[in-house]
Each structure stands twice: as structure tokens, then as C-alpha cells.
């Protein structure tokens, strides 16, 4: 018999061999002192580390207590209660005189606004190339203009 891998050092250790294969090994062992201290060393290696398992099992990692979070001091009770609503009022206030401004931005400098028309419903599994889409063009003039891209 050849000598012995680790694997099969690893299953007669384990007794994880049949009676035939575990009785060749056993033969091998008596004569190959190479697999004698192979043997040894793999025994040495799993006592260590079912030591090892067996106290990570038994000591207990320390968890720390939960702790409650304070009440809010009082300037923060004071920016809650007060700057965040005048916050937010002073936003809308300024969403509401602001939005005249950008209704009057929407044609560009020429003169000219470009919309895109899209004709059919949006299907997700088609190429945006298969949709088709109409194109207007409003002059400054007032003319429209509409044209069918495919």
C-alpha cells in the first residue's frame, strides 16, 4: 500500500472508514513510520482545535447594557419646536413667489419650445427605438409645427 493522504488520516480518525479500509490502514500504520507521525500530528491538530471550539463555546463575550438616550436638552427642544416649522414655512413661501418666475423661463432663448409627444403606452420589454413620437415645435409667432419621429 501506498502511503496514506491526509484525508484518509482525517477519516480513520474520525471513524469515518469502513471496517476493510480502516483494518489496510491500520496494517500501514504498523509498518510506515511516515504515517505514524502524519497520524500523530493530525490527532495533535484536531485536539487543539476542538480546545479552541470548546472554549470560544464556553466563555461568554460581555454584551454591553443597553442605555435609554436622555430627554432632548433644552436648545435642541427650542429648535424642534420653533426653527424647523419657520424652516419650512419660509420654503413654501418661497416655492409660491418662485414659481411665476420659472412658468415664464419655459422657452428657451430663441424663442422656440420643443415638446415630445410619446403616442403609444410605455411598455418596458419594447426599444424606446419601436415607440413612436410626435415633435412640436411652437414658434415664437405662435405657428405650430409637428412632426412624427420614428
Do not use: W
Amino acid at each position: 500500500m501506498n502511503c496514506l493522504k491526509e484525508e484518509q488520516i482525517q477519516q480513520y480518525l474520525d471513524n469515518e472508514c469502513g471496517p476493510k479500509e480502516k483494518e489496510a490502514i491500520k496494517r500501514h500504520l504498523e509498518v510506515c513510520t511516515g504515517c505514524q507521525e502524519a497520524l500523530i500530528k493530525q490527532h495533535q491538530l484536531s485536539v487543539e482545535m476542538k480546545q479552541s471550539l470548546d472554549l470560544l463555546v464556553t466563555t461568554q463575550p460581555a454584551i454591553p447594557a443597553f442605555k435609554f438616550p436622555e430627554r432632548l436638552g433644552k436648545k435642541r427642544r427650542i429648535v424642534v419646536k420653533y426653527l424647523l416649522p419657520l424652516a419650512a414655512a419660509a420654503s413654501l413661501l418661497l416655492l409660491v413667489l418662485l414659481r411665476p418666475l420659472s412658468e415664464s423661463g419655459k422657452t428657451p432663448i430663441n424663442g422656440q419650445s420643443i415638446q415630445f409627444v410619446q403616442t403609444e403606452e410605455f411598455d418596458a420589454n419594447k426599444p424606446v427605438t419601436d415607440y413612436p413620437m410626435i415633435m412640436i415645435i411652437v414658434a415664437p409667432d405662435g405657428t405650430v409645427t409637428q412632426t412624427r419621429i420614428n
